[in-house]
Nanobody
C-alpha cells in the first residue's frame, strides 16, 4: 500500500514562503506523475503543480513564477516551494501520486496566508 505523508504547512503572512514536503513509502519513479493539489475553503480541489517521472513540470497559471515543484529521488520526496504567498493561496494542500489506473493521496496539510 502506497503511503504519502505531507508536512510543512502552517500560517504565514502575505509575501512569505513555505515549503511543503511529500514523502512516499516507495520509489517515486513508480509513478507516472506526482503533484500537489489544493482545495480552498468552499471550493473544489484544483491541481497546483505536477512533475512527471521524466522531470517535466506543469503549474496552474496562478502560481507560475511563485511556486516550484521539485523532487529528491534518494529521499522519495517531492517538494513544493511556495514564495510570495497570497491570501488566495489559502487552502488544504494534498500530495498526489498517479500511475495507470491508480491515484494515491496524502492526508493534506493546511496552508493559511493571513496577516
Amino acid at each position: 500500500q502506497v503511503q504519502l505523508v505531507e508536512s510543512g504547512g502552517g500560517l504565514v503572512q502575505p509575501g512569505g514562503s513555505l515549503r511543503l514536503s511529500c514523502a512516499a513509502s516507495g520509489s517515486i519513479f513508480l509513478f507516472n506523475t506526482m503533484g500537489w493539489y489544493r482545495q480552498p475553503p468552499g471550493k473544489q480541489r484544483e491541481p497546483v503543480a505536477t512533475i512527471s517521472s521524466g522531470g517535466s513540470v506543469n503549474y496552474v497559471d496562478s502560481v507560475k513564477g511563485r511556486f516550484t515543484i521539485s523532487r529528491d529521488s534518494a529521499k522519495n520526496t517531492v517538494y513544493l516551494q511556495m514564495n510570495s504567498l497570497k491570501p488566495e493561496d489559502t487552502a488544504v494542500y494534498s500530495c498526489n501520486a498517479h500511475r495507470t489506473f491508480s491515484d494515491y493521496w496524502g492526508q493534506g496539510t493546511q496552508v493559511t496566508v493571513s496577516s
